[in-house]
């Protein structure tokens, strides 16, 4: 089954606006990372953010992360039409070697 | 320098017969993962190679499934008998060795698609 679960499953916006993805999980993790895909192939790293970091900024990317409430939020500020993609969260288990646990994604649209 | 590639980057088979996937990691990096995308769904974990190791294949669906690595380099992932749930895309991951704040990189995937 998956570890993690995005909120919401799709988003539609307007450029310039902000997209806030959510993701929760379900064990422990050593970390929990980002990562973007277009059109079904190639994944791109967004931003990796360990357990004992609570928020990581990278341009206009900013990840928050809630151990409490295994939790991890990415929001993309201003976005572009460039933008639009789908959005996994991935999580490392503790005692793990980095094998990733992928959730199922938020598709996200920006119109221009 | 060269990312993750893999071959072929779309295969067409039918049923029942085999396939084999291959992986060429950036050169250097030990760790390297294998990982299977359905229609609209997140990433399944298969399996994890540390040089020419696999630690790890409780990810493999079924004993139909295999995969090595030689040289601590290129992997080739097997499927035999494919079946029509087997159709997916197929991607490969490697990073530097296995550490808790490694990225991973991924190749661009090979769609397989059974008949």
């Known amino acids: 089954s998956q570890q993690g679960e995005e909120d919401p499953q799709a988003l539609s916006i307007q450029e310039g606006e902000n997209a806030t993805m959510n993701c929760s999980y379900k064990t422990s993790i050593n970390n929990l990372q980002w990562y973007r895909q277009n059109s079904g192939r190639g994944l791109v790293h967004l931003i990796l953010?360990?357990?004992?970091?609570r928020e990581k900024h990278s341009g206009r990317l900013r990840v928050t992360l809630d151990t409490s409430k295994k939790s991890s939020s990415l929001l993309i500020t201003a976005s572009r039409a460039a933008d639009t993609a789908s959005y996994f969260c991935?999580?490392?288990?503790?005692?793990?070697?980095?094998?990733?646990?992928f959730g199922a994604g938020t598709r996200l649209a920006v119109h221009p | 320098g060269a990312g993750v590639s893999q071959s072929p980057s779309n295969k067409v088979t039918e049923k029942g017969k085999d396939v084999e996937l291959r992986c060429d990691p950036i050169?250097?990096?030990?760790?390297l993962y294998w990982y299977r995308q359905s229609l609209g769904q997140g990433l399944e974990f298969l399996i994890y190679f540390q040089g020419n190791s696999a630690p790890d294949k409780s990810g493999l669906p079924s004993d139909r499934f295999s995969a090595e690595r030689t040289g601590g380099s290129v992997s080739t992932l097997t499927i035999q008998r494919t079946q029509q749930e087997d159709s997916a895309v197929y991607l490969c991951?490697?990073?530097?060795?296995?550490?808790?704040?490694?990225?991973?990189?991924f190749g661009p995937g090979t769609r397989l698609t059974v008949l």
């Open positions: 050169s250097g990096h030990t760790a």
């Open positions: 991951a490697s990073s530097f060795e296995v550490a808790d704040y490694n990225e991973q990189f």
């Open positions: 991935a999580t490392a288990l503790s005692g793990g070697y980095n094998k990733l646990i």
């Open positions: 953010i360990r357990s004992n970091e």
